[in-house]
């Protein structure tokens, strides 16, 4: 008998084939004006047997950028590119969200035409940003002026327009790893004093405003947020995670969104020490699971309620065919790790099938 991960579920309401996401993951393959390309349609629509698809991390705006060649969603000429991607991957019988982004105190003036990266906070983290002159120390951040904050929102409100016009299915609102949203939720990285920092109120007010900006352009329904409690990438931290985002769980629940999707665990430390099926049990709508989930832990996690939707990130870049190599219990290709930032289709499109 097929097992419930390669069944249809229905999200919201999209009939997914099955419940495995392919999970965002930046490959750096941008063309110049982080305009996606012909090639990256290909690589996403070679993976359009996944339930659904997020995008790598996509910058709503010029000033949200942090790494070299990575996707943006604000130019037409980007927009044109997104349409050939979601052409494609539509076209495959696929469904894919846009995940949006802002990377703030994690980028570096030399992607910003020399400006100082932005921050609830001018905490510098430890750590160096990817430049195109390679790694260099991170910087201090400029703290943003409570008035200049409606105007980010405004990029997130932009960026979910032009999602639209680009022909996604749904939007992400990336609020993990460390980038502009979990940099305010955090406590380790907010130290502001204004209605964006303090009190856990506080602290989700940018995320609030966001998600009332971009569900002013999209039904909530078609909207998924990540968010990672406990990951320390990005020089993170939280005193008291549990407390914190108990509280942020319990303010999205009343938004009726499409999903929330949790990075479960520390990517650096590969530790995973919070109670993950607690804050599942909180959340009130579809909880997708991702970090480290191979065949037996992803169909065990579904057999268990633990998660309605599994997201795979590394195993998927490496096994366009993912679903029906863990259907089948087949081998999986190994990814090459020289391959994943940068570069051309070698360790993008050229992967193998199975058959
Ligand atoms: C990365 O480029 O390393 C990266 C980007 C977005 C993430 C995590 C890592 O959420």
Known sequence: MTHKL????????????????????????????????????????QRATAGLIITEATQVSADGIGYPATPGIHSDEQVKGWRQVNDAVHGAGGHIFVQLWYCGRISH?????????????????????????G??????????????????VEQYRQAAKQAKA??????????????????????????????????????????NEVLDAVC?????????????????????????????????????????????????????TQKRT???????????????????????????????KDADLIAIGVPYLANPDLVERLKTGAELNSPDQATFYGGDEKGYTDYPLLS
């Open 166 to 207: 680009a022909g996604f299915d749904g939007i992400e609102v990336h609020a993990a790893n460390g980038y502009l949203i979990d940099q305010f939720l955090r406590d380790g990285s907010n130290k502001r004093s204004d209605q964006y920092g303090g009190s856990v109120e506080n602290r989700m007010r940018l995320l």
């Open 135 to 152: 790694m260099q120390a991170f910087v201090e951040p400029r703290a943003l002026e409570t008035d200049e904050i409606p105007g980010i």
């Open 274 to 304: 919070l109670d993950y099926r607690a804050l599942r049990d909180r959340y009130k709508g579809v909880y997708m699971a991702n970090q480290g989930y191979n065949k037996e832990r992803a169909e065990q996690s579904i057999d268990q």
């Open 6 to 45: 390669y069944a249809p579920f229905s999200l919201a309401d999209l009939k997914l084939p099955n419940r495995v996401v392919m999970a965002p993951m930046t490959r750096n393959r941008a063309a110049a004006g982080n305009v996606p390309t012909a090639m990256n349609a290909e690589y996403y629509r």
């Open 216 to 268: 002013e352009e999209w039904p909530a329904n078609r909207v998924g947020v990540r968010l990672t409690p406990e990951n320390s990438f990005n020089s993170m931290s939280d005193s008291d995670p549990v407390k914190h985002f108990s509280y942020f769980i319990s303010q999205l629940n009343q938004r009726k969104l499409c999903y929330m999707h949790i990075l479960e665990g520390d990517m650096m």
């Open 109 to 133: 003036p030399s992607l910003l035409e020399g400006k100082t990266p932005v921050a609830p906070s001018a905490i510098r983290p430890e750590g160096e940003a990817v430049t195109m002159q």
